[in-house]
């Protein structure tokens, strides 16, 4: 097990991971915001899928997830359809425009990484590449955390 110094370390690393995001959310098209961009990698990774999944992916709420749905329906790049199995529920899917947004997001990030990292060998980008993956494959269910939150206590009152 690695010394506490080392887990206070990652925690600073990883909340300074914000400046990666920002540099992602940077290279998006005007268009596609960062949540439409999670929207539409979402349904290219995992298919045809319903809005209540999505919304889970995304660890969002479903008034959220609304929202971005609508936006990327809006724009042709997602198309909805009633559930076949409960009519009340729909079935979301990328269309050919969509596949085209995905694809040139893909690129735009893919070119982000090359710029950014192109002082760094194929091993060092390979290493990290596992590494998160490990990191993420850790976390297992994120909904289910391994450990308790601390307490917090309520502020003491004093009389004066």
């Known amino acids: 097990m690695a010394a506490q110094s080392l887990y206070e370390e990652l925690g600073r690393q990883l909340s300074a991971i914000g400046a990666v995001k920002r540099g992602l959310a940077r290279i998006l098209p005007p268009e596609c915001p960062s949540g439409s961009a999670a929207v539409l990698t979402l349904l290219e990774r995992h298919g045809e899928i319903r809005i209540s999944r999505l919304a889970e992916l995304l660890a969002v709420d479903m008034s959220v997830t ?21 009519k009340r529920s729909r079935i979301l899917r990328l269309t050919p425009a969509g596949r085209a947004m995905v694809d040139d997001l893909g690129l735009r990030t893919t070119e982000m990484f090359a710029h950014t990292l192109g002082d760094w060998t194929d091993e060092e980008v390979g290493r990290l590449n596992a590494m998160l993956a490990r990191l993420r494959d850790s976390f297992g269910d ?13 502020p003491t009152r004093t009389s004066a």
């Open 66 to 86: 609304s929202r971005h749905v609508a936006h990327v329906a809006e724009r042709g790049w997602i198309e909805r359809s009633a559930d076949p199995a409960d």
């Open 142 to 154: 994120c909904r289910a955390p391994h450990v308790r939150a601390p307490e917090t206590r309520p």
